[in-house]
């Protein structure tokens, strides 16, 4: 709604501030170079962050170059994910890592491992009888299964999101 606003300059803006607001969103909007890159940034940072995702087809941009399950306990290794997450800017959703002062001892500090953040306020996991927050549920869904679509994962499998859906309402009761 208001990137309407932002980009409707056909008629005089309410405000000063909508004003100098249209000028710098207009100062940092490159349509022309948006279209020519598309995807591919998203693809880059799925390659480079997790070596491509295993939901997209073999040999399609930003898919895994390798048909094995990253997540097998021989394979995975929470540290070096960790190190490309705040390597590339990143913090770490499943879980947080906290160093504070000891609270029974303030020469001391101490390591905290505290409950992960999740896409969307952990109420709206948890809560399935309101409404309003049942339709949010719905339009974060729909956002995960068309950008997925988007990429390229295919129709068979979408399944997959319900299941990253089901991890997030997991972390969110914690």
Known sequence: MYIVHLEDTSTSPDSRGLELAQVYYASCTNEHEIDKLALKPLQDVLIRMFEGWRLLPPGTPGSRSDLEDPFTPQKFDLTDLIG???????????????VERDPKNSSRFSITLAPGVVSMQPEYYLETSDLKITRIVQYFKDFMRNYSIMLGVEESQLGALEKVFDLETQIAKV
């Open 84 to 98: 490309r997450f705040l390597q590339f800017g990143h913090g770490i959703d499943i879980f947080q890592l906290l």
